[in-house]
């Protein structure tokens, strides 16, 4: 059974001060993880797709990073505006099915 | 594209009514995909369309829900009889399957209250 777990559960950041986010997963070929943000009241916005061990992805503040056992979402000189729920997924070769994590929730005060 | 679409997007009804949740999916996307999200559980998947053919429900929690997929623009999630239990923020997402992992695009959620 695919297994997604994520942490911390909660992130308090302040503006300006970089971290990272911890996907770790357990899966039966990986077909490709995903990383979603979410915004309270809305649905999961999409952000990177990543297929391989040491591939990485950025966007605008955010850079995806993956090995053969987690990912991580690094956050670089954050704003307020970043501040939401990210998401972790897996997609396996067993299935057509997304397994979720639980989520980070990040917070960025100013 | 005007992104996958749901409605209502906030639904309050009482115990023992039936509710009909609905889902556009984006146009040219061959699976469609229903979850439901509750603080305690995260997001889980309840049901999924490829080809709008019903793959795998095993994620449905009870008789009391079923969905449907006519046709490849429409989807609906019922619940009869609704139950408090089942209140949470439901949500559609629609993928198109490449030669990749498919990314899945979800829509705004609609948000139930079962009173």
Redo the contacts between chains.
Sequence with gaps: EDQVTQSPEALRLQEGESSSLNCSYTVSGL????W?RQDP??????LF?L?SAGEEKEKERLKATLTKKESFLHITAPKPEDSATY?CAV?SNA????T????TRLMVKP | DAGVIQSPRHEVTEMGQEVTLRCKPISGHDYLFWYRQTMMRGLELLIYFNNNVPIDDSGMPEDRFSAKMPNASFSTLKIQPSEPRDSAVYFCASSFRGAKGETQYFGPGTRLLVL
């Design positions: 077909r490709g993880l995903f979603y009241g809305k649905g999961p916005e999409f797709t297929y998401l997609h299935g057509n099915m997304l979720f994590g639980g989520g």
